[in-house]
């Protein structure tokens, strides 16, 4: 479990290493971020605002605010899309989360 700048709380699956207080950074690929309406998802749920929007073929790049947290998640454009200005959710697996060091070294496996 890590605690993001904003307060938030965040599982994570591959933290064992890091010390208890160690600053670090988590990474999640964007593809593995999933946008829904809000209340939607799981695990590491997290409530944002669409602030801008990428049209890439057949997928979609959304640039989320969630309280001063900034994430970036291309999903599949499918049945449901989201608009600048949009209120959503945002759903990150524990699987999906890596741990960086501030010298940018993977922590754990």
């Known amino acids: 479990m890590v605690r993001l700048a904003n ?4 599982s994570v699956a591959h933290g064992a290493g890091a010390a208890l207080g160690q600053k670090v950074e988590a990474v999640v690929r964007a593809h ?3 946008v829904g309406p809000p209340g939607a998802g799981g695990a590491n749920r997290f409530a944002g605002k669409v ?3 990428s049209y890439l073929g057949g997928t979609c790049a959304y640039f989320i605010d969630s309280d001063g947290i900034r994430f970036q998640a291309i999903n599949t454009i499918d049945q449901t899309m ?3 200005g949009d209120a959503v959710s945002l759903t990150v697996s524990p699987e999906d989360c ?3 060091d501030s010298a940018g070294r993977r922590i754990g496996a």
């Open 7 to 10: 307060g938030a709380r965040m």
């Open 82 to 84: 989201f608009r600048e």
């Open 51 to 53: 602030q801008a929007l």
């Open 98 to 100: 890596v741990l960086l």
């Open 32 to 34: 593995r971020v999933i």
